[in-house]
């Protein structure tokens, strides 16, 4: 997916600030991370690690609703270097219905967060494919017996304006930055296991923020309650 990236205004360039200081940050922390990873004990937290199953073969068909529907338009993140292999799997789906705006969810799940393997992020991911991003409150999403931290936002291209909803996890955590991410792969190897790591993003076409994540947020609980304990915990690190 090509596209030509506008001039971002003052609110949207809270992606490049981040990056560049989380990239002086990073550094330390990512000589931090295998260091730690060479002398931890070498156990794993991956739930699909030798297990056979495809996350591909997890999702439903229908959640609430919505039903999967011919693919869409899916931005699909791609890693900054060619050869580094940031995913063991992606998976995306469109998920259509006739009483809600559509929705197109991404799950791209790493089975060991250590070293170049971290999951990319959508404040980096989508500036590069030509979208100027706008941000939204962060949301807090409620199960029973969990929370997810999430964040959203808009993103908005010449052709089309998506909002966003997204959580990634690492481990049995979920941060909100790259920062907090990395912190959080660096704590648990050095605690003796070497976390995986799932970003979970839903995105649908709308004009209007808040209408659009609430969408978003509904979609997400039909989500877990749809799929089985094996998507269950793929996407939180729970059964």
Same mark, same amino acid.
């Given at each position: 997916?090509?596209?030509?990236?506008?001039?971002?205004?003052?609110?949207?360039?809270?992606?490049?600030?981040?990056?560049?200081?989380?990239?002086?940050?990073?550094? %330390?922390?990512?000589?931090?991370?295998?260091?730690?990873? $060479?002398?931890?004990?070498?156990?794993?937290?991956?739930?699909? +690690? +030798?297990?056979?199953?495809?996350?591909?073969?997890?999702?439903?068909?229908?959640?609430?609703?919505? =039903?999967?529907?011919?693919?869409?338009?899916?931005?699909?993140?791609?890693?900054?270097?060619?050869?580094?292999?940031?995913?063991?799997?992606?998976? =995306?789906?469109?998920?259509?219905?006739?009483?809600?705006?559509?929705?197109?969810?991404?799950?791209?799940?790493?089975?060991?967060?250590?070293?170049?393997?971290?999951?990319?992020?959508?404040? !980096?991911?989508?500036?590069?494919?030509?979208?100027? #991003?706008?941000?939204?409150?962060?949301?807090?999403?409620?199960?029973?017996?969990?929370?997810?931290? !999430?964040?959203?936002? =808009? $993103?908005?291209?010449?052709?089309?304006?998506?909002?966003?909803?997204?959580? =990634?996890?690492?481990?049995?955590?979920?941060?909100?930055?790259?920062?907090?991410?990395?912190?959080?792969?660096?704590?648990?190897?050095?605690? %003796?296991?070497?976390?995986?790591?799932?970003?979970?993003?839903?995105? $649908? #076409?709308?004009?209007?923020? !808040?209408? %659009?994540?609430?969408? #978003?947020?509904?979609? $997400?609980?039909?989500?877990?309650?749809?799929?089985?304990? !094996?998507?269950?915990?793929? #996407?939180? %690190?729970?059964?």
């Amino acid at each position: 997916m090509s596209r030509h990236s506008p001039t971002q205004d003052p609110q949207s360039r809270f992606g490049s600030r981040l990056t560049r200081r989380e990239f002086v940050i990073g550094g %330390g922390l990512g000589a931090t991370a295998l260091l730690a990873a $060479a002398t931890a004990p070498r156990s794993t937290t991956a739930v699909l +690690n +030798n297990s056979g199953t495809a996350l591909d073969d997890l999702l439903p068909k229908s959640i609430g609703q919505w =039903t999967a529907a011919p693919f869409a338009d899916v931005l699909i993140p791609r890693a900054e270097k060619a050869e580094e292999k940031s995913y063991d799997e992606v998976v =995306t789906r469109y998920y259509d219905s006739r009483l809600a705006p559509p929705i197109m969810l991404l799950i791209a799940y790493g089975k060991a967060q250590v070293g170049g393997t971290e999951l990319h992020r959508p404040e !980096a991911c989508y500036p590069v494919a030509g979208f100027k #991003l706008h941000r939204r409150p962060d949301v807090i999403l409620r199960f029973p017996g969990l929370e997810i931290d !999430a964040r959203s936002m =808009t $993103a908005e291209a010449s052709d089309r304006i998506e909002q966003l909803l997204y959580w =990634t996890r690492v481990g049995t955590d979920f941060p909100t930055s790259s920062l907090a991410q990395r912190w959080s792969a660096i704590r648990q190897t050095v605690g %003796g296991s070497v976390p995986d790591g799932v970003l979970v993003r839903l995105s $649908a #076409l709308s004009l209007e923020p !808040a209408g %659009g994540i609430e969408v #978003l947020q509904r979609f $997400a609980s039909e989500l877990l309650g749809a799929g089985g304990s !094996a998507l269950r915990s793929v #996407l939180t %690190g729970r059964a």
